[in-house]
């Protein structure tokens, strides 16, 4: 009954006066309103919510007691000391000397937050530098709040946690208290912003929005986290409160300092998470993006030159393409069914090999599989691969089959043709020592001859002069 009263509140306060709570976490809500309505000593829901139609200003009363404006200057001082020393360095280090930088305190409340920004950057980059280059922007839904903020007046105990070089370096002490760097304070850009259903501000290198996340229940953290996502730059920081995490199971954040609660923007997004961080408004076009990008993907499966098919984690057949169709003559009434029962997980080692997938979740890769049939053979080199869904489970196996038939006959060529022209090689060794025998043999006889003719002239000359003595006698 209580519920069903307090659900009836927030639906006159959404549509009839434009102030929508439903995004914050009813918990929170109830004990803010309990004590509102203990103020004005009203004992249930039905008869606030009369009061709040009899009286228009009781909204402004209510707001404030629901948003919880409590903040401080450098609050959670060892985070603060982590952006000083490592993530605000990093900024400056990784911009052109003259690049602006832009910084976003969201949920700003009474600003001590953009204030305790300002001074860092000022002492990293000093206060000439930081007045050219860097652009605060603060904001925050309570207006009132935002009041106090652009004021920058302080009272000394708000300014306790300031080192007080600082508070004399950047603060003006008056009889009001302490008032902030007035220069510097006009680098603010001040602006009433709700982190619900307001358009983020973009291309942010330092954003943060702490102690406000934790109001919202988790469909709206969401939201607001897309946003916060869509605000900063691809090297952009996150910087949230003590008490906040990523409630995600994938975030869009990876985490750079989990105790200090500074994050990274996530890049390397799947479907899920772009689905998550497009903007609501945008859902039609974020589907339109999707379908051509399964149709591209559909295309490109079902064009491959190669045999491709999946199946799901029972093994039995999801879709084939048409080379697959073809080759192992499956049709659509395949489709659910066993792969073992199928031409394709006929072939030898198939099964076990998606058993092994199916078990420690790593590619396989089947080379020279052979596949005989009644009047040829095929080889195949063939690849298995697991896909997952988005949360890490084991959904399907892609099988690609490359055909290397040709190739294997080009190799056995390739053995026969080597083994040929070893043969010949061996012919042609034993040819030519036959050669460089007979080579040698005619060389000799050469040598026999001219020594025999040389003999010859020998005894030709000496019987000339024998027969010459002769017939001189
Ligand atoms: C607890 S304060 C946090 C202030 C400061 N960020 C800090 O951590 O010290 C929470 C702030 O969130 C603001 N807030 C609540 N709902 C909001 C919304 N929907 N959009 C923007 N700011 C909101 C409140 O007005 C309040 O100023």
């Given at each position: 009954m209580a519920d069903r009263e307090f659900e009836a509140l927030l639906d006159y306060l959404k549509h009839s006066r434009g102030c929508d709570l439903t995004g914050y976490k009813h918990s929170t809500l109830m004990r803010r309103f309990a004590h509102r309505m203990q103020e004005i000593k009203i004992d249930s829901y039905r008869n606030y919510l009369h009061y709040l139609q009899s009286h228009p200003e009781e909204c402004i009363t209510l707001l404030d007691t629901v948003?919880?404006?409590?903040?401080?200057?450098?609050?959670?001082?060892?985070?603060?000391?982590?952006?000083?020393?490592?993530?605000?360095?990093?900024?400056i280090a990784s911009k052109e000397l003259?690049?602006?930088?832009?910084?976003?305190?969201?949920?700003?409340?009474?600003?001590?937050?953009?204030?305790?920004?300002?001074?860092?950057?000022?002492?990293?980059?000093?206060?000439?530098?930081?007045?050219?280059?860097?652009?605060?922007?603060?904001?925050?839904?309570?207006?009132?709040?935002?009041?106090?903020?652009?004021?920058?007046?302080?009272?000394?105990?708000?300014?306790?946690?300031?080192?007080?070089?600082?508070?004399?370096k950047y603060f003006e002490q008056t009889e009001q208290g302490y008032i902030f760097h007035p220069r510097l304070r006009r680098t603010i850009v001040f602006?009433?912003?709700?982190?619900?259903?307001?358009?983020?501000?973009?291309?942010?290198?330092?954003?943060?929005?702490?102690?406000?996340?934790?109001?919202?229940?988790?469909?709206?953290?969401?939201?607001?986290?897309?946003?916060?996502?869509?605000?900063?730059?691809?090297?952009?920081?996150?910087?949230?409160?003590?008490?906040?995490?990523?409630?995600?199971?994938?975030?869009?954040?990876?985490?750079?300092?989990?105790?200090?609660?500074?994050?990274?923007?996530?890049?390397?997004?799947?479907?899920?998470e772009h689905l998550q961080i497009t903007p609501r408004t945008h859902k039609k076009q974020a589907f339109d993006f999707l379908a051509s990008h399964v149709r591209i993907w559909e295309t490109a499966f079902e064009t491959s030159p190669f045999a491709q098919l999946a199946v799901d984690s029972n093994s039995c057949l999801i879709m084939a393409n048409e080379q697959a169709n073809a080759l192992f003559g499956l049709t659509l009434n395949d489709v659910g069914r066993p792969l073992r029962t199928l031409k394709p997980g006929q072939i030898l080692?198939?099964?076990?090999?998606?058993?092994?997938?199916?078990?420690?979740?790593?590619?396989?890769?089947?080379?020279?599989?052979?596949?005989?049939?009644?009047?040829?053979?095929?080889?195949?080199?063939?690849?298995?691969?697991?896909?997952?869904?988005?949360?890490?489970?084991?959904?399907s196996m892609n099988l690609t089959f490359t055909d290397i038939t040709e190739n294997k006959h080009l190799e056995k060529k390739l053995e026969h043709t080597n083994l040929e022209l070893a043969r010949v090689s061996n012919t042609l060794e034993e040819t030519q020592a036959t050669l460089d025998t007979t080579h040698a043999?005619?060389?000799?006889?050469?040598?026999?001859?001219?020594?025999?003719?040389?003999?010859?002239?020998?005894?030709?000359?000496?019987?000339?002069?024998?027969?010459?003595?002769?017939?001189?006698?």
């Amino acid at each position: 009954m209580a519920d069903r009263e307090f659900e009836a509140l927030l639906d006159y306060l959404k549509h009839s006066r434009g102030c929508d709570l439903t995004g914050y976490k009813h918990s929170t809500l109830m004990r803010r309103f309990a004590h509102r309505m203990q103020e004005i000593k009203i004992d249930s829901y039905r008869n606030y919510l009369h009061y709040l139609q009899s009286h228009p200003e009781e909204c402004i009363t209510l707001l404030d007691t629901v948003l919880i404006n409590v903040t401080a200057f450098f609050r959670d001082r060892d985070a603060w000391d982590y952006l000083a020393k490592e993530i605000i360095p990093q900024i400056i280090a990784s911009k052109e000397l003259q690049e602006p930088i832009r910084v976003w305190s969201a949920a700003c409340a009474s600003g001590q937050e953009v204030y305790s920004l300002i001074i860092l950057f000022a002492e990293a980059l000093g206060i000439e530098s930081c007045l050219q280059r860097v652009k605060f922007y603060a904001t925050d839904v309570d207006d009132a709040a935002l009041g106090q903020a652009r004021q920058a007046l302080y009272q000394p105990r708000e300014v306790t946690e300031i080192p007080p070089d600082w508070l004399e370096k950047y603060f003006e002490q008056t009889e009001q208290g302490y008032i902030f760097h007035p220069r510097l304070r006009r680098t603010i850009v001040f602006g009433c912003h709700n982190l619900v259903s307001d358009a983020p501000i973009s291309k942010i290198d330092l954003l943060t929005c702490r102690n406000a996340l934790i109001y919202f229940n988790a469909d709206t953290q969401k939201t607001i986290l897309a946003r916060l996502h869509f605000a900063l730059k691809n090297n952009g920081f996150l910087f949230l409160g003590k008490a906040e995490t990523l409630i995600s199971q994938r975030p869009i954040f990876t985490p750079v300092n989990l105790k200090d609660r500074i994050y990274a923007k996530g890049l390397k997004l799947g479907v899920d998470e772009h689905l998550q961080i497009t903007p609501r408004t945008h859902k039609k076009q974020a589907f339109d993006f999707l379908a051509s990008h399964v149709r591209i993907w559909e295309t490109a499966f079902e064009t491959s030159p190669f045999a491709q098919l999946a199946v799901d984690s029972n093994s039995c057949l999801i879709m084939a393409n048409e080379q697959a169709n073809a080759l192992f003559g499956l049709t659509l009434n395949d489709v659910g069914r066993p792969l073992r029962t199928l031409k394709p997980g006929q072939i030898l080692s198939l099964c076990k090999s998606i058993q092994q997938v199916n078990g420690d979740h790593c590619p396989v890769t089947l080379k020279n599989v052979e596949w005989r049939m009644p009047n040829c053979t095929t080889y195949f080199d063939i690849f298995i691969t697991p896909v997952f869904s988005s949360d890490a489970h084991l959904i399907s196996m892609n099988l690609t089959f490359t055909d290397i038939t040709e190739n294997k006959h080009l190799e056995k060529k390739l053995e026969h043709t080597n083994l040929e022209l070893a043969r010949v090689s061996n012919t042609l060794e034993e040819t030519q020592a036959t050669l460089d025998t007979t080579h040698a043999e005619l060389e000799s006889t050469q040598q026999e001859l001219e020594t025999v003719y040389e003999e010859m002239q020998f005894i030709d000359t000496n019987a000339s002069q024998l027969k010459k003595r002769f017939d001189k006698n």
